[in-house]
């Protein structure tokens, strides 16, 4: 039987969200409903209010989530009612050409539930990044549903469900950081301080934070940067150069998505090193680069999508990990708040003032 909970809406441009009654179906063919314990609140979300995705209001917002399966749909197989899971945006469908050829994490056909979760007047939801997770109970695809370790708490866990993993995987799968390798990270919010810490965790030696805001490179030393750099008083390239024996680092991640920094971690990056881009651009932006030097310095220019992760491959271990002490999710998290608390907590975000703000329920 269909279900009445809580979640968190924003019903036109750039109105404060309310918490409104939803209407959640019964999962059915491949979907799932699971019980949402925690879910942060990511710049995506932000990005859905003001119109700057798409015109599909009203839109269930939220998507960084942990909780408990509740029920599941025919024909599902991966998990079972009781399951501890972390909800991710890209359920591979293991049928397209990237997936045939190996690389899933590319997969060009992710799916969704099929069923609509609706308002109680049967306005149908467009859920943020087909999860909808600011709200007791969600529907999702069978495959946006990754088990996890119970013993991780869900404020932590759900956090690799966006932002967090997109840093990680920047630093781990895309820049396939090795040991002993310089990384410098632009940009210190949540992705790019996710970037350090899978730096350090895939063994980099120098790792050097480039921000202009000092806070944000007090928590870039929290998660493992061994230099930090404000540009807005430094030569970034100068400095990285320094710090790396005049060469350059071996991998340079913009997590800010402005062509003046991916020009900086352009220059700043050793011959043969790899540039990684995980910041989003605006659709305005344009890119210009000395275009000999794209040819002469070599190497490998990139881009992240979701930290180019298999959440059935990362979700887990990363978990794992978290549980052996050796990635401090819970460094993520600067506040706990209640539902009805996200549209204060955009404004924390907007200002700067936070990490991840992150609802429990
Ligand atoms: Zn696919
Ligand atoms: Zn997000």
Not at 104 to 111: K, N, Q
Not at 147 to 162: E, N
Not at 185 to 202: K, P, T
Not at 237 to 254: M, P, Q, S, Y
Request: aromatic share 6%; hydrophobic share 40%.
């Amino acid at each position: 039987m269909a279900q009445q909970v809580q979640g968190v809406i924003a019903r036109a441009k750039g109105e404060p969200v309310s918490v409104e009654t939803i209407v959640v179906p019964d999962p059915g063919p491949g979907e799932v409903v699971v019980a949402i314990q925690a879910c942060g609140v990511c710049h995506t979300d932000l990005h859905y209010r003001e119109g700057g995705i798409g015109d599909d209001f009203p839109y269930l917002l939220g998507h960084e989530a942990a909780g408990l399966v509740e029920s599941i749909g025919e024909g599902v197989t991966n998990v079972m009612p009781g399951d501890y899971v972390v909800l991710n945006w890209r359920a591979v469908c293991g049928d397209c050409r990237a997936c045939r050829r190996g690389k899933p994490w590319y997969c060009f056909a992710t799916h969704n539930a099929t069923q609509k979760m609706t308002l109680l007047d049967g306005t149908e939801l467009s859920p943020a990044l087909g999860i909808g997770a600011f709200c007791e109970k969600t529907l999702v695809a069978a495959g946006q549903a990754t088990k996890v370790d119970p013993a991780a708490p869900a404020s932590a866990a759900g956090l690799l469900g966006c932002g967090v993993m997109a840093g990680l995987g920047a630093a781990m799968n895309t820049g396939n950081v090795g040991r002993g390798d310089s990384v410098a990270v632009f940009g210190c919010g949540g992705v790019g301080d996710a970037a350090i810490a899978g730096a350090r965790l895939a063994g980099a030696s120098t790792i050097i934070a480039i921000d202009v805001d000092d806070r944000k490179l007090g928590w870039a030393k929290d998660f493992g940067a061994t230099h930090t750099v404000n540009a807005s008083s430094t030569d970034a390239v100068e400095a990285i150069r320094a710090a790396t024996g005049g060469f350059g680092a071996d991998v340079c991640i913009e997590a800010v998505g402005h062509p003046d920094v991916y020009k900086q971690c352009f220059e700043a990056r050793d011959l043969a090193g790899t540039v990684v881009l995980v910041g989003v651009p605006r659709p305005d932006m344009t890119l210009d680069l000395p275009y000999l030097d794209v040819f002469g310095r070599g190497g490998a220019l990139k881009s992240s999508w979701y930290g180019d992760c298999l959440p059935s491959r990362d979700f887990p271990m990363l978990i794992d990990l978290y549980l052996q002490g050796r990635l401090d999710l819970d460094r993520f998290v600067s506040e706990t708040i209640p539902l009805d608390a996200v549209e204060e907590a955009f404004h924390r975000m907007e200002r700067g003032e936070v990490l991840r703000s992150v609802v429990t329920l």
